[in-house]
Antibody, heavy 117, light 110 residues
């Protein structure tokens, strides 16, 4: 049973870059899954950010595409998210998730990232 | 891409059935049978309840079922229980090779 755990700074300054990592345990990141990031602003709904396949192929939310980079590190069994030029509107709980066939059946517990000076 | 439209709230008494709708366009819900439903309790991660419109993953109660007609997908919870009180989100694959979530529905068990 694959398990996911997000990690990274809980506070990021405006105009900076948000960086998070998702550690994969109980399975290999080289499995036939898409590895995704989803965020949820406090008290609001879910928003898909993007995903990466083991080949390195990526898909991004068109509204965030210019600011997002998702990468994969097979040697560390983890994948990462970078979101640049952040503002207060990027404050959210960030979840990593995995799945196949257009759905996500495994989720991390989520990590709150606050954008503030 | 705009969020899929869900009712803000739905309520029902224990034992009753409720249905949550999820309305999109021909570019998402109407164009693909890749609609999923997620349950989220406060402070917790979402949990997959339905995939591919109507497939129920192993371990999910048979009281949960999904369907789709045209641009609208639906999640039905039968035999409503107190533990079903949560937020529910639909999601769909889109013609932009991306995904969009619904606006979310809060289910209240009266």
């Amino acid at each position: 049973q694959v398990q996911l755990q997000e990690s990274g700074p809980g506070l990021v300054t405006p105009s900076g870059t948000l960086s998070l990592t998702c550690a994969v345990s109980g399975g290999s990141i080289s499995s036939d899954y898409w590895w995704s990031w989803v965020r949820q602003p406090p008290g609001k709904g879910l928003e898909w950010i993007g995903e990466i396949y083991l080949s390195g192929s990526t898909k991004y939310n068109p509204s965030l595409k210019s600011r997002v980079t998702i990468s994969i590190d097979k040697s560390k069994n983890q994948f990462s998210l970078k979101l640049s030029s952040v503002t207060a509107a990027d404050t959210a709980v960030f979840f990593c998730a995995s799945g196949s066939d257009y759905t996500w059946n495994t989720w991390g517990q989520g990590t709150l990232v606050t954008v503030s000076s | 891409q705009s969020a899929l439209t869900q009712p803000a709230s739905v309520s029902g008494s224990p034992g009753q059935s409720i249905t949550i709708s999820c309305t999109g366009t021909s570019s998402d819900v109407g164009g693909y049978n890749y609609v999923s439903w997620y349950q989220q309790h406060p402070g917790k991660a979402p949990k997959l309840m339905i995939s591919d419109v109507s497939n129920r993953p192993s371990g999910v109660s048979h009281r949960f079922s999904g369907s789709k007609s045209g641009y609208t997908a639906s999640l039905t919870i039968s035999g409503l229980q107190a533990e079903d009180e949560a937020d529910y989100y639909c999601s769909s694959y889109t013609s932009s090779s991306s995904y969009v979530f619904g606006t979310g529905t809060t289910v209240t068990v009266l």
